[in-house]
């Protein structure tokens, strides 16, 4: 490849920003001082060059934190480090939410306009801001400041939220949430970097409200131990797990979470045993483990909450997880909207690093693994695990087509398993019980064992992530969160998020497990139980889904790409009651568009793109009243 | 047996080499011999591929030997089944993401490609089941309600043959103003009305000499950017930027192909399916109304410029080259050639009185 880079070169400014990640250039060609010793007699580039492209998104973050957006110079001077051709950099930095490659003002509100904070007020909250601070993406504030409007920040239970990220020296994002035009116009109008409110918790017991209740499993340490220290989390139980694991060795480990039946938590329900099984068995090396943590199914917080609050179980069920299958690196890949959770991921890896509990020679067992922390940038796709794969390696999240599986086709082409951080948790609960994987599979039911998050929001009293052992109805889900407040009554429940299903009253009854679920056409998907009562805005719920996956399609496969864009239209158009000929045939052509969705697309969004929006309209009183 | 090519050869003559006129004139002149090593007998061939294994499948219901590592595509085009590709090309890498060529295989949840799945034994594929008709249908009324498909022969004639309807997601959207579609940013777009079907509609690119894009025609099928890229040209001038549907073809911040990593070797123009980018002699002849592919001819021939031996072929309207192309099966180009191949022809139809050196 001629690498071929045109202009001027970055400013210092998003140089050192580049530095701070790759260290000094150390050539004329990589964009450093010209040593006519050495320049121009040595090769440049090459493998070595060519093996950092997984750098390009930690770069590309470095420059949009620093300055703010991401220019063209800032580019090139990025292209010649990493020796990546300009029009793919383009490329990568174009398809990221969190990035931008056009002038933006340094202080950003992303405020979430998506279903839960639309049932809170957001569109109120972004008609004020509006008129005080200017159309969305406009500069404000004197020029420093703007506000755009995000899909889901997953803060549903504290509903309506706002993320900031303020670009400087000091670059910082945190979180608000609730907040109102008032609260994020106030923080706009913050310098930029400086004493600003730095990541907060908000209260444990809002997010989680069963904090401290007996026989918590999964949420046990929740609102008990310090999520900042190692100590804490050992003093908790911490690290047991980990040492049983290195007692009983690989394979039983491995069947111990296959005699648990354990299925992925992440929405699909995949065996843990059998991938876990597929790759120690399988012949690539090196292997990989990877934490899906990129939670950002509208509705879904869970993960959010184990990471924020329970960090440490996440690096050890990793390492767990790493022993088992013979990695001996792992990544942890977390939404870029989730600043306090990376914040204290990353200092339980340093902490555990620290320790020895990461590292060449963990507990003295000989065991090497590390994990390396990766930040996503605004793509709901990259939650899909090959698309998290392409990301990881600097490139546009771009779902690949399978077979082949991850388990022998993963991350850089080797055999990896992926699992996401609520699933992960539960290998240190099947390891540290007496009786292990079998006691572990005598609580839930038959079909779905173990404890389930959920997370509930919308018109709920006590919105937040509650656990129950699988089995419970979603009547008494309702329940433990209060109920609908104000003596309304449950119109629409919303199941698995905006790829999963609306159903009505009449499923109070029906147990919260995977084999119910799937009896009754509906899903658990990522745990999101979203209720509706009669006043909600139906009609602008299913909007927002469909402008959601219009919003966050890939754009790879012709089904998806067109399709949520022909979908998105078509609801405009019963909303606006203009439709092409008769409502009925509107609705024919919904359930066309949806199945060539389902049948033809790459991978699971455009799979599932329509299954919400569908589910509603073919029952008539769950829209209207 | 021998090898009939090596009976044809002479044996390699000596290279005589007359030595330079400024050659130190304290050394005879003298003639140098330049002797290449003694041919080997026999060309050496490559390795014979390994036996592949025979696999079993059933294709509509026709039980069928293939061999192992086929593609569904392989096995139905050897059964003589016509399946619809736009994204799929021999001579490049399959991205599977135009969905036309999906089939239904028995037990799996969703259609796949035939493209790129590879065949499995006992495996039962059926090609035009409701289910395939129905997503094949809808894939190119999707196409066709977003894109200019009128350079695309093809695609036209399978929107026929599965009675597709683009028309029914209403009149097309207005185009977007030059470099608008360029400027959209990810996870933002503006509520449509749905009065209007969205679609790719924008002004033709015209910033160079030697060919135009219009991504009015653009079906996204990828192929363009593996040309350039691993596929063929290394080059990396054009990649996938933007999301969902404002995704788009282009060179890094839209600059023009000049500004660009671009080589002209029209790689891109040679894999392109729907004419989007096409040799600014087509297309000029095509906007004065003189472009007629029944009247042209096509001749192959070998590029004159180096000793690669490239085969081209020449598409001659009217005594004129209007393109050149290169034949997909060529074993040396496999239908991709460089700038002067591709561009270097106007030479020939240069008819002027020939000018006086200076």
Same mark, same amino acid.
């Given at each position: 490849?001629?690498?071929?880079v045109?202009?001027?070169?970055a400013?210092?400014?998003?140089?050192a920003a580049v530095?701070?990640?790759?260290?000094?250039p150390t050539?004329?060609?990589?964009?450093?001082r010209?040593?006519?010793?050495?320049?121009?007699?040595? !090769?440049?580039?090459g493998? %070595?060059a060519r093996?950092?492209?997984d750098?390009?998104?930690?770069v590309?973050h470095a420059?949009?934190?620093r300055i703010?957006?991401i220019? &063209?110079p %800032?580019?090139? #001077?990025v292209?010649r480090?990493l020796?990546?051709?300009?029009a793919e950099?383009?490329?990568?930095?174009t398809?990221y939410?969190l990035?931008s490659?056009?002038?933006?003002?340094?202080?950003?509100a992303?405020?979430c306009?998506?279903?839960?904070?639309r049932?809170a007020?957001a569109e109120?909250v972004c008609?004020?801001l509006?008129?005080s601070?200017g159309?969305?993406?406009?500069?404000?504030v004197?020029g420093?400041a703007t506000w755009?409007?995000?899909p889901c920040?997953?803060?549903?239970?504290?509903?309506?939220?706002a993320?900031f990220?303020?670009?400087? @020296?000091?670059?910082?994002?945190?979180s608000?949430a609730?907040?109102d035009?008032?609260?994020?116009t106030?923080?706009l109008?913050?310098p +930029?970097?400086a004493?600003?409110p730095?990541p907060?918790d908000?209260?444990?017991?809002?997010?989680?409200p069963?904090?401290g209740?007996s026989?918590l499993r999964l949420?046990a340490r929740?609102g008990?131990?310090d999520?900042?220290s190692l100590?804490s989390y050992?003093?908790?139980g911490?690290?047991?797990a980990? +040492?049983?694991?290195?007692e009983?060795g690989?394979?039983?480990?491995?069947?111990?979470?296959t005699a648990?039946?354990?299925v992925g938590?992440?929405?699909?329900?995949?065996?843990t045993g059998?991938?876990?099984?597929a790759?120690a068995t399988a012949e690539?090396?090196?292997?990989?483990?990877v934490?899906?943590?990129?939670?950002?199914?509208?509705g879904t917080?869970?993960?959010?909450?184990l990471?924020e609050?329970?960090p440490?179980?996440?690096?050890?069920s990793?390492?767990?997880e790493a022993?088992?299958?013979g990695?001996?690196?792992?990544?942890?890949y977390v939404r870029g909207?989730y600043?306090?959770a990376?914040?204290?991921v990353?200092?339980?890896i340093a902490?555990a690093r620290a320790?020895?509990l990461l590292?060449? =020679?963990i507990?003295? !067992?000989?065991l090497?693994?590390?994990?390396?922390?990766r930040?996503g940038a605004?793509? #709901?796709?990259?939650?899909?695990?090959t %698309?998290l794969?392409e990301?990881?390696?600097?490139?546009?999240g771009e779902p690949r087509?399978k077979p082949?599986f991850?388990?022998?086709v993963?991350?850089f082409g080797k055999?990896?398993?992926v699992n996401?951080v609520e699933?992960l948790?539960?290998v240190?609960?099947?390891?540290?019980?007496d009786?292990?994987?079998?006691?572990?599979?005598?609580?839930g039911?038959?079909?779905?064992?173990g404890?389930k998050l959920f997370?509930?929001?919308g018109h709920?009293a006590r919105?937040?992530?509650?656990e129950?052992?699988?089995?419970?109805?979603?009547?008494?889900l309702?329940?433990?969160g209060?109920?609908?407040?104000?003596g309304?009554s449950v119109r629409?429940?919303?199941?698995?998020?905006?790829?999963?299903v609306?159903?009505?009253?009449e499923?109070?009854?029906?147990p919260?497990?995977l084999e +119910?679920?799937?009896a009754?056409?509906a899903?658990l998907?990522s745990g999101?139980v979203m209720?509706?009562?009669?006043?909600?805005d139906?009609a602008g719920t299913?909007?927002?889904?469909?402008?959601?996956f219009?919003?966050?399609?890939?754009?790879?496969?012709?089904p998806?790409?067109?399709?949520?864009?022909?979908?998105?239209?078509?609801?405009?158009?019963l909303a606006?009651?203009r439709?092409?000929?008769s409502?009925?045939?509107?609705?024919?052509?919904?359930?066309d568009?949806?199945?060539?969705?389902r049948?033809a697309?790459?991978?699971?969004?455009g799979?599932?793109a329509?299954?919400a929006i569908?589910s509603?309209?073919a029952r008539?009183?769950?829209v209207?009243? | 047996?021998t090898?009939?090519?090596? &009976?044809?050869?002479?044996?390699?003559p000596d290279?005589r080499?007359?030595?330079?006129?400024?050659?130190p004139a304290?050394q005879?002149?003298?003639?140098?011999?330049?002797?290449?090593a003694?041919?080997?007998s026999?060309i050496p061939?490559p390795?014979?591929?390994?036996?592949?294994?025979?696999v079993?499948v059933t294709?509509d219901?026709v039980a069928?030997?293939?061999?192992q590592?086929?593609t569904?595509?392989?096995?139905?085009?050897a059964e003589g089944? =016509?399946?619809?590709?736009? /994204?799929?090309l021999e001579?490049?890498t399959?991205v599977n993401?135009?969905r036309v /060529?999906?089939v239904?295989?028995?037990? +799996?949840?969703v259609?796949?490609?035939a493209?790129?799945?590879r065949?499995e034994?006992g495996m039962e594929i059926q090609?035009?089941?409701?289910?395939v008709?129905?997503?094949r249908?809808m894939?190119?009324?999707?196409?066709?309600?977003?894109?200019?498909l009128?350079?695309?022969?093809?695609?036209r004639?399978?929107?026929e043959?599965?009675?597709?309807?683009?028309?029914?997601y209403?009149?097309?959207?207005?185009?977007a103003a030059p470099?608008?579609?360029?400027?959209?940013?990810?996870?933002h777009h503006h509520?449509p009305?749905? $009065?209007t079907?969205?679609?790719v509609?924008?002004p033709?690119?015209?910033?160079?000499n030697?060919?135009?894009r219009?991504y009015?025609?653009?079906?996204?099928?990828?192929?363009c950017?593996?040309a350039?890229?691993?596929?063929?040209?290394?080059?990396?001038?054009i990649a996938?930027?933007?999301r969902g549907?404002?995704?788009?073809? $282009?060179?890094?911040?839209?600059?023009v192909?000049p500004?660009?990593a671009c080589?002209?070797c029209g790689?891109c123009?040679?894999?392109c399916?729907?004419g989007a980018?096409?040799?600014s002699?087509?297309? @000029?002849?095509r906007?004065a109304?003189t472009?007629?592919?029944s009247v042209?001819?096509?001749t192959?021939?070998?590029c004159?410029?180096c000793?690669v031996g490239?085969?081209?072929?020449?598409h001659?309207?009217?005594?004129?080259?209007v393109?050149?192309?290169?034949?997909?099966?060529?074993s040396?180009?496999?239908g991709?050639?460089?700038?002067?191949?591709?561009?270097?022809?106007e030479f020939?139809q240069?008819?002027?009185?020939? &000018?006086p050196?200076?």
């Amino acid at each position: 490849m001629d690498l071929h880079v045109i202009g001027p070169l970055a400013t210092p400014a998003e140089r050192a920003a580049v530095d701070a990640v790759l260290g000094p250039p150390t050539s004329g060609w990589a964009g450093g001082r010209r040593d006519s010793g050495i320049d121009g007699h040595a !090769a440049r580039g090459g493998h %070595a060059a060519r093996s950092q492209r997984d750098l390009l998104l930690p770069v590309l973050h470095a420059v949009q934190a620093r300055i703010g957006w991401i220019s &063209q110079p %800032a580019l090139n #001077y990025v292209c010649r480090r990493l020796t990546i051709p300009p029009a793919e950099a383009y490329g990568v930095a174009t398809f990221y939410a969190l990035f931008s490659t056009r002038p933006r003002p340094p202080v950003v509100a992303h405020v979430c306009d998506d279903i839960a904070c639309r049932l809170a007020g957001a569109e109120d909250v972004c008609g004020d801001l509006e008129r005080s601070v200017g159309p969305a993406g406009e500069a404000g504030v004197e020029g420093q400041a703007t506000w755009l409007r995000s899909p889901c920040l997953g803060l549903c239970e504290r509903a309506p939220a706002a993320m900031f990220t303020m670009a400087g @020296e000091a670059p910082l994002s945190f979180s608000a949430a609730p907040v109102d035009a008032v609260g994020v116009t106030a923080r706009l109008g913050l310098p +930029a970097g400086a004493g600003a409110p730095g990541p907060s918790d908000g209260d444990v017991r809002r997010s989680v409200p069963q904090v401290g209740q007996s026989g918590l499993r999964l949420l046990a340490r929740i609102g008990v131990a310090d999520p900042t220290s190692l100590e804490s989390y050992r003093e908790h139980g911490g690290y047991r797990a980990l +040492a049983r694991a290195l007692e009983l060795g690989p394979e039983r480990v491995i069947a111990e979470v296959t005699a648990a039946r354990l299925v992925g938590r992440g929405g699909a329900a995949f065996p843990t045993g059998r991938k876990w099984a597929a790759v120690a068995t399988a012949e690539g090396r090196p292997k990989y483990v990877v934490c899906n943590a990129d939670e950002s199914e509208p509705g879904t917080f869970k993960d959010r909450v184990l990471l924020e609050h329970d960090p440490f179980a996440v690096v050890e069920s990793m390492t767990i997880e790493a022993f088992a299958v013979g990695a001996q690196q792992g990544y942890l890949y977390v939404r870029g909207e989730y600043p306090l959770a990376e914040a204290r991921v990353a200092n339980a890896i340093a902490q555990a690093r620290a320790a020895g509990l990461l590292g060449g =020679d963990i507990l003295g !067992a000989g065991l090497a693994f590390d994990i390396e922390l990766r930040r996503g940038a605004g793509a #709901y796709i990259c939650g899909e695990e090959t %698309a998290l794969f392409e990301s990881i390696e600097g490139r546009r999240g771009e779902p690949r087509n399978k077979p082949p599986f991850p388990v022998e086709v993963g991350l850089f082409g080797k055999p990896t398993a992926v699992n996401n951080v609520e699933t992960l948790v539960n290998v240190p609960l099947i390891l540290a019980t007496d009786g292990g994987g079998t006691a572990y599979a005598a609580t839930g039911t038959e079909g779905s064992t173990g404890p389930k998050l959920f997370c509930l929001s919308g018109h709920v009293a006590r919105p937040g992530v509650y656990e129950v052992e699988f089995g419970a109805t979603l009547g008494e889900l309702l329940a433990l969160g209060g109920g609908v407040p104000g003596g309304r009554s449950v119109r629409a429940i919303l199941l698995g998020g905006a790829a999963g299903v609306f159903v009505g009253p009449e499923a109070l009854e029906m147990p919260l497990t995977l084999e +119910a679920t799937r009896a009754a056409g509906a899903t658990l998907g990522s745990g999101v139980v979203m209720v509706f009562d009669e006043t909600a805005d139906m009609a602008g719920t299913l909007r927002r889904i469909a402008q959601f996956f219009r919003d966050e399609s890939c754009g790879q496969c012709v089904p998806c790409r067109v399709g949520t864009a022909r979908q998105e239209e078509l609801l405009a158009r019963l909303a606006s009651d203009r439709p092409n000929g008769s409502r009925a045939d509107e609705l024919a052509l919904l359930r066309d568009i949806g199945r060539a969705m389902r049948d033809a697309s790459i991978c699971g969004l455009g799979q599932t793109a329509s299954s919400a929006i569908e589910s509603a309209l073919a029952r008539p009183e769950l829209v209207s009243a | 047996m021998t090898d009939g090519l090596s &009976q044809d050869r002479d044996p390699a003559p000596d290279v005589r080499v007359p030595a330079a006129d400024t050659a130190p004139a304290a050394q005879p002149t003298s003639e140098i011999v330049l002797k290449p090593a003694a041919r080997p007998s026999r060309i050496p061939r490559p390795p014979a591929e390994p036996v592949r294994a025979p696999v079993e499948v059933t294709i509509d219901g026709v039980a069928l030997v293939v061999p192992q590592g086929s593609t569904i595509l392989d096995a139905c085009r050897a059964e003589g089944i =016509d399946t619809p590709t736009l /994204c799929y090309l021999e001579n490049l890498t399959p991205v599977n993401v135009c969905r036309v /060529c999906v089939v239904e295989v028995t037990g +799996a949840r969703v259609l796949v490609p035939a493209c790129s799945r590879r065949v499995e034994p006992g495996m039962e594929i059926q090609t035009d089941s409701e289910r395939v008709r129905h997503s094949r249908r809808m894939v190119l009324e999707f196409l066709g309600s977003s894109v200019d498909l009128s350079t695309a022969p093809a695609a036209r004639g399978y929107i026929e043959r599965y009675a597709a309807e683009p028309g029914r997601y209403g009149p097309p959207a207005e185009p977007a103003a030059p470099g608008k579609r360029d400027d959209r940013e990810p996870g933002h777009h503006h509520a449509p009305s749905g $009065s209007t079907a969205e679609n790719v509609f924008q002004p033709v690119k015209v910033d160079n000499n030697l060919y135009v894009r219009d991504y009015s025609k653009c079906i996204l099928c990828y192929k363009c950017v593996e040309a350039c890229g691993e596929d063929a040209q290394n080059t990396f001038a054009i990649a996938i930027a933007g999301r969902g549907f404002d995704a788009r073809v $282009s060179t890094e911040q839209d600059v023009v192909l000049p500004e660009s990593a671009c080589v002209y070797c029209g790689n891109c123009i040679g894999v392109c399916p729907t004419g989007a980018l096409m040799f600014s002699s087509e297309f @000029e002849m095509r906007a004065a109304g003189t472009w007629d592919e029944s009247v042209q001819t096509v001749t192959d021939t070998i590029c004159p410029y180096c000793g690669v031996g490239c085969t081209l072929s020449l598409h001659v309207q009217d005594n004129e080259i209007v393109k050149v192309t290169s034949p997909l099966d060529s074993s040396i180009t496999e239908g991709h050639l460089c700038v002067k191949g591709r561009f270097g022809f106007e030479f020939v139809q240069s008819r002027g009185e020939p &000018q006086p050196d200076a």
